[in-house]
């Protein structure tokens, strides 16, 4: 499907947006191992989060949706899957379901698209093999299709010196299978999703400093019900929009803010943008969650440094299509990570640069971007990426000849309802 985006000048939006992806794989994964039923509230219904629902029912999982929820109701013990689990393009589910099966006493094989087939597993196969995981995978447990066999898993202190919530959530979740205790030691910081919902299910998890300590052997208690918020990566592309536009307000409410999160929202402070966050009340939710609004105004370049990279990993797209448009230059290094998210992001963000007419420069670890008022515009291609079809439609408010987005299907991925959304708000 190919979209085009006229040169408009307008864009308006107040509302929710869908709910959070990352909250949405962890609610659907624990609610299928713990005991009672889940009800999820505001759950993310996108490519990616239906994979881990289509995985949990294949683990046994009686799965129905119930208006506006999505109740789960846990098999009394995981069922061994008949077939390959088809975790499509999401990396968070295959690297959350092989810590999450590892010690589940069942044989699995965890396969999914070419974009996924072709990310690094080994991050996360190595540190499940340090405690007793018997998982196998093609080239020795790099690549995808891996496949998981029934181990006994033992707790034990694993060093964990990448900055990944994904590698970090399957081993928390293998250890909850392990015999004694595990601490993941050296953590950098990444976003806590895990951590809390675990508590959230009765878990007993301590996180000190750079480590977290968990016990294996708990089970899980269904809090009954859980409260996804919406999706501050989703709410970046509309934020990106308003303050890009010549007459730009997005309202975006009940986003979640977990300060692993809001590495956006700091960054379009220092852009220059006009931003009033209002956190909500949380009233013990899992995660905090509040208001945010961006109304237009004329940005500038930024320096992003490897520590806030966490915070910001996936909103750097939108924040490319951003510093293409604001006056002098953005450099983002410490980003490594961009060359193995569902595309190399470098090189695809070198791609919509350079097809608008940007001036872009790739780093082996980020990018540098000489920004100008507006862009020329023209035909951008997703390269299969959800979040580079939706920067790329961000960038239209500021170009001089409109955008094409070639495989605009892609935001389906995580933001099914995107385009429509972004046309209804422009004018
Ligand atoms: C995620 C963690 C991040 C992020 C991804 C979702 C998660 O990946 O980019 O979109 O839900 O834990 P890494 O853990 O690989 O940094």
């Known amino acids: 499907m190919r979209v085009s985006l006229g040169p408009r000048r307008g864009f308006h939006f107040a509302g929710p947006v869908p709910g959070d992806k990352s909250v949405t794989h962890r609610a659907y994964l624990l609610a299928t191992r713990a005991q009672g039923e889940t009800w999820v509230r505001g759950a993310l219904r996108s490519r990616d989060t239906d994979a881990t629902l289509a995985v949990c029912r294949a683990l046994g999982a009686d799965v129905r949706v119930e208006g506006e929820d999505i109740r789960i109701a846990p098999p009394a013990k995981l069922q061994e899957p008949s077939a390959p689990l088809d975790c499509e393009n999401a990396g968070t589910l295959i690297r959350l379901a092989a810590g999450y099966l590892a010690g589940a006493g069942l044989f699995a094989v965890l396969t999914g698209d070419d974009s996924l087939r072709a990310r690094p597993m080994r991050r996360v196969v190595q540190p499940l093999r340090m405690l007793g995981a018997r998982i196998e995978g093609r080239d020795q447990g790099a690549r995808a299709p891996l496949a998981v066999l029934p181990a006994g898993l033992a707790g034990r202190i694993i060093s964990l010196p990448l900055p990944s919530a994904q590698v970090k959530s399957a081993v928390m979740l293998a250890a909850l299978d392990a015999a004694g205790e595990t601490v993941l030691t050296d953590l950098m910081p990444t976003r806590d999703h895990t951590e809390r919902m675990l508590r959230q299910f009765g878990a007993r998890v301590d996180s ?65 943008a ?61 980003a490594g990570e961009l060359r193995v998210k569902e595309t190399d992001r470098i090189a695809a963000l070198r791609q919509m640069a350079k097809a608008v007419g940007g001036d872009f420069e790739e780093l082996p670890d980020g990018f540098r971007i000489q920004g100008k008022r507006h862009v020329q515009g023209g035909l951008v291609q997703s390269l299969g990426d959800h979040r580079i079809a939706m920067a790329a439609a961000v960038l239209s408010l500021r170009s001089r000849e409109g955008v094409e987005v070639a495989d605009a299907e892609a935001a389906a991925v995580s933001f099914p309802r995107f385009f429509d959304l972004f046309e209804a708000a422009s004018a």
């Open 274 to 334: 006009r931003i009033e966050v209002s956190a909500g009340a949380d009233g013990g939710a899992i995660e905090p969650s509040g208001d945010v609004l961006v109304r237009q105004s004329e940005l500038v370049g930024v320096e992003i440094e490897a520590a806030e990279v966490p915070s910001l990993i996936d909103e750097l797209p939108v924040i490319a299509a951003l510093a293409l448009c604001a006056e002098g230059v953005t450099t983002v290094r410490g």
């Open 208 to 272: 000190q400093g750079d480590s977290v300590r968990i016990v294996g052997g708990q089970q899980l208690i269904s809090p009954g019900r859980l409260d996804v918020p919406g999706d501050i990566s989703h709410a970046a592309f509309l934020l990106a929009a308003a303050a890009l536009s010549e007459r730009g307000e997005t309202r975006v409410t009940g986003v979640g803010l977990n300060p692993g999160r809001t590495g956006i929202l700091a960054v379009l402070q220092r852009m220059g």
